[in-house]
């Protein structure tokens, strides 16, 4: 396993090349900048879409992914999976996880740490779940199933709240810190979640990464955000991906980045969606300060995954 919390698997009998994505900053992919990417000829960026949306099994989707992942790093983001539900994992929608990591190869694999199913009712977000020890063997248990079925590690990425249980009795931090050290699992350390939640919940963002397993982070994701108010008048902020980043995440990235060195970085940017020079321009953003921070990493500071240890 390499140091971002991937399985190095290369067997010849690839097929796609293995383009490398440490230090590299990207982007979503949307389709309608398919042609404004291949116009701008090969650049130094990766990509990330959503699992659920190429779970057919060809079509246009796949014809245009197929034309991404020959020229640039894959990152694959599961957001269905509902790791964080009582209910039992639905086998189907994992072996179909399973067959799109074998047919694209990506170079990193993520899921969020909620839930978003009950019963037969499928939710359009992400929701939070109660911080409890059952809680945690019921993820622990989700996380090693599947990992165990895609034969890899996986990077869980900290939501974004806007509520919190009663129920909890263990923070956060300390959650997802156990959670690493039960199943090996590495982090998607998504910087404007921690905004938000920090924001709305009234903590520290800073007291908060602080307290976070930083050295298990395998990617990071940046976005953008919208205010609102509640019923009572207070602040509101909404995970909205409908933006650029607010200065406040950059000011976190920088921290993250100054302490831990450059790993894979991602803008998502997911409705009121740019043209493709404004979406790439916020990538080289972020590249930009990833390359200031790049002496550290040949100088020997690590991200060792996790190491499983009963």
Not at 96 to 106: A, G, H, M, N, S
Not at 179 to 200: K, M, P
Not at 286 to 294: E, F, G, N, P, T
Request: some cysteine.
């Amino acid at each position: 396993m390499d140091g971002g919390g991937r399985t190095s698997r290369r067997t010849g009998t690839e097929r796609f090349p293995a383009h490398p994505i440490d230090g590299l900053a990207g982007t979503s992919f949307k389709h309608e900048h398919l042609a404004g990417i291949v116009a701008g000829g090969i650049q130094q960026i990766f990509f990330e879409v959503h699992a659920e949306n190429y779970m057919g099994a060809g079509g246009p989707p796949h014809h245009a992914l197929e034309q991404i992942r020959n020229n640039y790093p894959l990152s694959l983001h599961g957001v269905c999976m509902s790791i964080g539900g009582p209910q039992p994992l639905d086998q189907a929608h994992l072996n179909r996880f399973k067959t799109l990591i074998d047919r694209y190869e990506p170079a990193l694999v993520s899921e969020h740490l909620a839930w978003s199913t009950h019963a037969t009712t499928y939710y359009n977000d992400l929701l939070p779940l109660p911080y409890t020890q059952a809680t945690l063997d019921s993820v622990s248990d989700h996380i090693d199933q599947v990992q165990e079925r895609i034969g890899r590690p996986i990077l869980l990425e900290n939501p974004s709240t806007y509520v919190v249980f009663k129920e909890s009795t263990l923070a956060e931090t300390e959650f997802i810190r156990e959670l690493v050290r039960r199943t090996g699992c590495g982090l998607l350390l998504d910087l404007n979640n921690v905004f938000v939640s920090a924001t709305n919940q009234g903590y520290s963002a800073i007291g908060y990464l602080n307290d976070f397993p930083l050295k298990h982070v395998g990617e990071i994701h940046l976005a953008g955000h919208s205010r609102q108010a509640d019923d009572e008048g207070r602040t509101l902020v909404i995970d909205s991906h409908d933006g650029p980043v607010a200065d406040p995440v950059w000011k976190l990235f920088e921290t993250v980045i100054g302490g831990i060195g450059p790993v894979p970085t991602l803008v998502e940017w997911d409705s009121a969606i740019p043209d493709w020079p404004v979406l790439r321009a916020e990538a080289m953003a972020a590249q930009q300060i990833l390359d200031r921070h790049l002496q550290p990493l040949k100088s020997g500071i690590a991200h060792a995954p996790a190491r499983r240890t009963a």
